[in-house]
């Protein structure tokens, strides 16, 4: 069974960044795309960014366009997610998951899976 596994979270300051891993136990981000989802405190898990397929550029959330980058290593079999100026706001759970090549484009919670066990990010101001 694939597993997803999240590092990188941790308490910042307002402005600062920081980078999240997300390490793959299987070779599942060949067979479909890697992506980021975060759920803050009494918040539904929100969509924040998944690769490009094909041509496409990766999708970003309105909120995070600009600020947020999406990469991966595949040598390493691990996707990241590059934050920066970080906001008190964005302080949630990050959650690494992979979005199936047939639902690229939604940016719903329901369409995408497996998921990791997530990574706190916390924002002081």
């Known amino acids: 069974q694939v597993q997803l596994v999240e590092s990188g979270g941790g308490f910042v300051q307002a402005g600062d960044s920081v980078r999240l891993s997300c390490a793959a136990s299987?070779?599942?981000?060949?067979?479909?795309?890697p992506g980021w989802f975060r759920q803050a405190p009494g918040k539904e898990r929100e969509f924040v960014a998944v690769e490009g397929w094909r041509d496409s550029s990766p999708l970003y959330a309105d909120s995070v366009k600009g600020r947020f980058t999406i990469s991966r290593d595949d040598a390493k079999n691990t996707v990241y997610l590059q934050m920066n100026s970080l906001k008190p706001e964005e302080t949630a759970l990050y959650y690494c998951?992979?979005?199936?090549?047939?639902?690229?484009?939604?940016?719903?919670?329901?369409?995408?899976?497996?998921w990791g066990q997530g990574t706190q990010g916390t924002v002081s101001s």
């Open positions: 299987g070779r599942i981000f060949e067979s479909s795309l």
């Open positions: 998951t992979t979005t199936p090549f047939s639902k690229w484009g939604s940016t719903a919670a329901r369409d995408v899976g497996p």
